[in-house]
């Protein structure tokens, strides 16, 4: 919370759909009972996506933390009623696979319930036909059965959790348009409606699709595209005849043809995202008034849904003397990246997002939101659904518009972790691009960055090479090449694209005071040193691991992970410090492996031996031509540098370092390696194998806090802190034949006791590394990774599992 805020905050909610009123309730709870929820329509249906939803609410997804979500919205749904209703029925849900490919997915999928905490399992088709009686059992192959998803009933909902808002002191005025924000010295002071000014000291737009509108009153970007979705409802089947209850047989969602079903009494509602994309533009949907129905209802299109119709009677051979009796194109959200935008923004203080998010969500988001306005920070890692998280190049309306309407297209596709997205591409290249597709790059994107995986021209080097054989889900986006990669970086000498690591410079008298509160280990060294360390929060949680090089008294250069480390450093930095990202006007090199210094000692004028330069030291020099700020550190964990220079000379730079490697044997190496031999050494990567829910302590950090320094950010809770109850752990996959990629459960004598965070096949160690989140095990403990259902057998391994003793990287 801001230090301007008074102890009982007021607070405008702009909307009264299911998030609005979701976080009304959540503020209240925590005792910020001066809550004003502001909407335009009428309560409590006022006509935003909420009114119409049908409510289907399955729990698993890839995102741990939308899981988490849902998670929470069946608890709390499910303890809600209103005349005597529960807000939430708990019918199970049912996903179906008509092809060996979803068949597989579902598979995954319930490796991934099982890591986040859901019940749920892959049934045959007889089971599935029981369940839903009016399938076609002949025509699937399987099916995700998990007994604890249903039916939300968001408007119940609404008023539910108004009731209990209002009875704690919330207002809700309905039939107020907000028009305005009013702000003064960088934050909110207040909303303007058609019917007068509210003085508020957080506004929270909870305006669904309408974000983007709100978001211009307020100078902030809300990056998503409404897009209609359609939704029909039979006449009464015969099947159903004699029906009594609201629904009675789980959800369905029949992924391989875009489409979901439930019951409504004796008739079925079907949902399809089988249809084109149909943007609407959110300035100019019509005000309720003026709508035909409602102004998140455009008009029904039967010939986008007559496909839709086809498949399901396909399906469910009961529709063929069944007909649509009422259908709607109903709009929501859709955001470049599918996930929701929380948080602060940090030019307009005081004025959050809490967009984009389904009912599924709802609960679970509006409880982040509130506990980040109370406490200062979400229980849960929320990184994932930060406003912040976007990139320059990804706030653009023509990107926002082809990456929304891009995953309203994918939304039920199988998607490989690895998918790179289709549009737009390329966006972002370093100066080297031109010689990596020379060199035959298989890119895959990153943060809107081309991003070389392998080489073809590599391919040469992998005949030979004894691998195990890959199943065809972890060989996609994979190659052998990649091995030869690897294995050519600890023989030889890599050339690694390091021009996507985030790069902030932080200068001005007050930086290493700043830097040093700022973040856990020692910065007060002489300049040319680096630092490996830590940014944390009050509650000692990780936010981001960074290096950071002292590049001369009062000028700092940080190696970084997400936008949320400026914004977070910004959002702290005094006057007279400032902070830059130097990311796009610059590139980086990272030159590793044995023979290194052999390839760069000649090329630059001064002594790059170890005596004269030592490990974690910077210095600005030369290769050839170009000037260079030289670090000798390795995230791949062999002897070398990162050669940075500005983005004019990146070409010199690489031409000249490949034109030196030749004769050494050089190559170039890309991101799969990399990621491989980062496992090997045990670096962690944030936002995968950690975040602000673990300490440095619970992540093998602890190396880098240096508690005697003085206060910093997180000092006080890490001292408070106990014995670790968890811990990053390393494994290894028992059969060298085995490889995971990050996400599945692991077992413990059988039942599930963590989840495994990254993982990739180590060359140097002939086997699967998997990092994950465990009880603390001693090295030597077996245990189960499940992939696609199988329980691989592993074992817990002391760390680092490659050069323990630092010989290859200190010399
Ligand atoms: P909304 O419900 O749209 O609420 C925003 C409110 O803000 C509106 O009431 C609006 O009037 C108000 N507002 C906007 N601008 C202003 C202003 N200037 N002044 C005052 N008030 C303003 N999700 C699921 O999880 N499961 C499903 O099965 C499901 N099915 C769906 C089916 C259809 C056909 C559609 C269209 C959506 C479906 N969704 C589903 C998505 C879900 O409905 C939405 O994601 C969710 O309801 C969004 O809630 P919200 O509170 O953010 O937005
Ligand atoms: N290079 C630079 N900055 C970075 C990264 C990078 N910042 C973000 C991210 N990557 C940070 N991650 C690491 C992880 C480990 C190490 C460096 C960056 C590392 N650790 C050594 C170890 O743990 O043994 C040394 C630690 C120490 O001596 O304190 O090298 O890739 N520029």
């Known amino acids: 919370m801001s230090s301007t805020s008074p102890a009982r905050p007021r607070v405008v909610v702009i909307g009264a759909g299911i998030v609005g009123c979701s976080l009304a309730d959540e503020l209240t ?8 929820v502001l909407e335009q329509g009428p309560l409590p249906a006022p006509g935003g996506s909420t009114s119409h939803a049908p409510g289907l609410v399955f729990r698993t997804n890839p995102s741990r933390t939308l899981t ?12 809600l009623e209103a005349d005597g209703q529960s807000c939430f029925h708990p019918v199970g849900g049912l996903e179906l696979a008509t092809t060996e490919e979803r068949l597989a997915d579902l598979r995954r999928r319930a490796g991934y319930a099982a890591s986040w905490g859901v019940d749920g399992e892959v049934v045959p088709p007889s089971r599935c036909k029981e369940l839903w009686p009016l399938l076609d059992g002949t025509k699937v192959l399987g099916g995700f059965h998990t007994p604890g998803d249903g039916l939300a009933r968001a408007v119940l909902a609404c008023r539910a959790q108004t009731a209990r808002a209002q009875a704690r002191g919330a207002r809700f005025l309905e039939r107020h348009t907000v028009t305005g924000i009013e702000r003064a010295r960088g934050r909110v002071t207040g909303v303007v409606t058609d019917r007068g000014t509210f003085p508020a000291d957080h506004v929270v737009s909870a305006a669904g699709f309408w974000g983007p509108v709100v978001g211009r009153m307020a100078g902030v970007d809300v990056p998503l595209l409404p897009l209609a979705h359609q939704y029909v409802r039979t006449g009464p089947l015969p099947e159903l005849a004699g029906a009594t209850a609201e629904a009675s047989r789980p959800i369905l969602r029949f992924q391989d043809r875009d489409l979901y079903v439930r019951e409504h009494t004796d008739r079925l509602g079907i949902g399809s995202y089988a249809h084109r994309p149909l943007p609407v533009d959110p300035f100019t949907v019509p005000a309720y008034d003026e709508a035909p129905v409602m102004p998140s209802s455009y008009p029904f299109t039967p010939e986008d849904f007559a496909p839709a119709w086809k498949d399901c009677a396909w399906l469910l051979p009961a529709l063929a003397k069944a007909r649509v009796r009422e259908g709607f194109n109903g709009v929501f959200s859709f955001t470049p990246d599918g996930m929701p935008l929380l948080g602060e923004s940090r030019a307009l203080r005081g004025f959050w997002l809490a967009e984009a998010v389904w009912v599924t969500h709802a609960a679970g988001a509006a409880r ?45 596709d199988v998607i490989h972790p690895l998918q790179p997205p289709e549009r737009p591409r390329p966006l972002r290249v370093s100066p080297f691009h031109a010689r990596q597709r020379e060199l035959g790059a298989y890119f895959l994107e990153g943060g809107g960055w081309e991003r070389p995986h392998w080489y073809e021209a590599n391919a040469p080097l992998a005949e030979g090479l004894e691998l195990p054989r890959r199943d065809a889900w972890s060989a996609r986006h994979w190659s052998p090449v990649a091995a030869a990669e690897a294995r050519a970086t600890r023989e030889r000498v890599a050339l690694y694209d390091m021009t996507p690591l985030r790069r902030l410079e932080v200068t001005g008298p007050g930086a290493l005071a700043f830097l040093q509160r700022m973040t856990t280990n020692d910065l007060a060294r002489k300049p040319g040193t680096v630092t490996y360390t830590l940014l944390l929060d009050e509650t000692g949680g990780i936010r981001s691991d960074l290096t950071v090089a002292r590049l001369a008294e009062d000028r700092f250069q940080i190696g970084a992970n997400s936008r949320a480390d400026e914004d977070w450093l910004l959002r702290h930095a005094p006057d007279g410090v400032h902070v830059r990202d130097i990311t796009s006007g610059t590139c980086c090199v990272g030159v590793w492996g044995p023979l290194a210094r052999e390839l760069v000692q000649p090329l630059a004028p001064d002594d790059f031996s170890h005596r004269a330069f030592g490990y974690f030291r910077a210095r600005e020099t030369y290769i050839g ?17 990162e050669l940075y220079t500005g983005a004019d000379l990146g070409l010199r730079l690489w031409d000249t370092l490949w034109e030196a490697g030749r004769k050494l044997g050089a190559v170039a190496a890309g991101r799969s390696a990399f990621n491989s031999l980062r496992l090997e050494k045990g670096y962690r990567a944030w936002g ?4 602000d829910e673990h300490t440095p ?11 005697d320094k003085g206060d910093f950010v997180g000092r006080e809770a890490l001292c408070r802190a106990g014995a670790p109850r968890r811990r990053l752990t390393a494994l290894l996959l028992d059969d060298p034949a085995d490889v995971v990629l990050g996400k599945e459960p692991v077992s413990l004598d059988g039942t599930t006791a963590g989840y495994v965070t990254s993982a990739a096949y180590g060359c140097a160690l002939g086997r699967c590394v998997a990092y994950a989140w465990l009880p603390p095990l001693a090295a030597g403990t077996a245990v189960h990774v ?10 817990v391994a002391d760390e680092p599992l490659f050069d323990p003793e630092m010989s290859r990287i200190r010399c």
């Open 786 to 795: 499940e992939y696609f259902g199988r329980a691989l057998p592993a074992t």
């Open 68 to 79: 988490a979500f849902a998670a929470y919205t069946v608890e709390k749904f499910s303890a």
């Open 368 to 412: 982040a939101v509130a506990e980040w306005m109370t406490d200062g920070r979400p229980a849960l890692d929320v990184h994932e659904c930060d406003l912040t998280r976007f990139e320059d190049a990804q706030r653009s309306p023509a990107y926002v518009r082809d990456r929304g309407a891009q995953q309203f297209i994918e939304v039920y």
């Open 29 to 36: 709870a925590r005792g910020w009972t001066d809550v004003t």
């Open 688 to 691: 995968h194998d950690m975040t």
């Open 697 to 707: 302590y619970e992540a093998g950090l602890g190396f880098a806090v240096r508690l």
């Open 625 to 641: 031509h170009v000037p260079v700020t030289a670090m000798r550190l390795s995230y791949v964990g062999e002897l070398g540098w």
